[in-house]
Structures are given as C-alpha cells and as structure tokens.
C-alpha cells in the first residue's frame, strides 16, 4: 500500500511562489507516473503537470512557464514549484502516482492566490 501526503499549501499574493511537497511511504517501486492535479471549487479536477518513469514530463499549457515538477527518489519526494502564481490557481492540488496498475491519490493541499 502506498501513502502520499502533501504539503506545503498556503495563501500567496498574486506574483508570489510556492513549492508543493509530497512524500510517498509504503512501497513506490515501479512508478510509472507521478503528476500533480488541481481541483478548484465547482470545477474538474485538472491535470498541472506529469513526470513519466523514463524520464519524460508534461505540463498543462496554462502552467508552462511558470511551475516545474520534480522529484528526489532518494527522499520518495515529488514537488511543484509554483512562481508567478495567479487568482487563478487557488485550487486543492493533489498529488498523484500510478504504480504496478493502481492509481494512488494524497488528500490534497490547499492553495489560494489573492489578487
């Protein structure tokens, strides 16, 4: 079984940074997909950003430019670095892994942009 929790969620002013954590336990061998996803209220939950196990990532075209997802396997961390964020961000941002054909979900960390 796999845990993930995040952290690092807060208020910024509009132009401000962040940078999401999330700590994976249990066993997280055989990842093949680590990714952020976002849900603000009334909305679909979205994709932000993804890291594929060979290496490959991908972001949203609303956040290119501006956030970057990385990991640090030796401390089972994956982190969004979030700059020049936006009102538009504020949003529950979940991290997220597909590992061995299951899907694992953190209970999400707020993030909220004032203008």
């Known amino acids: 079984q796999v845990q993930l929790v995040e952290s690092g969620g807060g208020l910024v002013q509009s132009g401000g940074s962040l940078r999401l954590s999330c700590v994976a336990s249990g066993s997280s061998e055989n990842v093949y997909v680590m990714a952020w996803y976002r849900q603000a209220p009334g909305k679909v939950r979205e994709l932000v950003a993804q890291?594929?196990?060979?290496?490959?990532?991908d972001y949203a075209d609303f956040v290119k430019g501006r956030f970057t997802i990385s990991r640090d396997s030796s401390k089972n961390t994956m982190y969004l670095q979030m700059n020049s964020l936006k009102p538009e961000d504020t949003a529950v941002y979940y991290c997220?892994?597909?590992?061995?054909?299951?899907?694992?979900w953190g209970q999400g960390t707020q993030v909220t942009v004032s203008s």
């Open positions: 890291l594929h196990s060979l290496g490959s990532i």
């Open positions: 997220y892994q597909h590992i061995r054909g299951q899907n694992y």
